[in-house]
């Protein structure tokens, strides 16, 4: 990946097996390696994540640029997987919030 541009931040909750979400990106060409105990990287041309279990989950990382279809892939990935999630993107110094999405839990 060429240097990012953009930060990607966000919590997830909803999260009972990490194996069903991970399944959900890697059905949608986004190579997925365990990268630690309870951590996985998540890449796609354009984008390096991380998702972490913790309480709440964390998906982190970094994003080339903010290509709107990659980040409506990345939104349809999890709400597929029923999840609720605060997510922000911020420019390369992570000063100005570029985009912010929210999906509260599902009734």
């Known amino acids: 990946m060429s240097e990012p541009a953009f930060s990607l931040h966000a919590t997830l909750d909803g999260i009972t097996e990490a194996a ?3 399944q ?3 059905a949608h ?3 997925v390696r365990k990268s630690g105990w309870h951590a996985w990287e998540l890449r796609k041309q354009g ?3 991380c998702l972490e ?6 998906l982190h990382g970094d ?3 903010d290509d709107k279809k990659l ?3 990345l939104l349809h990935l999890l709400e597929s997987a029923g999840l609720s999630y605060q997510l922000e993107i911020y420019d390369d110094n992570a000063q100005t919030l570029i985009a912010s ?3 509260a839990k599902p009734p």
Request: proline share 4%; aromatic share 12%.
């Open 101 to 103: 999405h929210t999906r």
């Open 20 to 22: 069903a979400l991970i």
């Open 53 to 58: 279990a913790s309480s709440p989950w964390l």
């Open 24 to 26: 959900q990106f890697e």
């Open 29 to 31: 060409h986004w190579q």
């Open 47 to 49: 984008a390096e994540l």
């Open 71 to 73: 980040i409506a892939e």
């Open 63 to 65: 994003l080339e640029s």
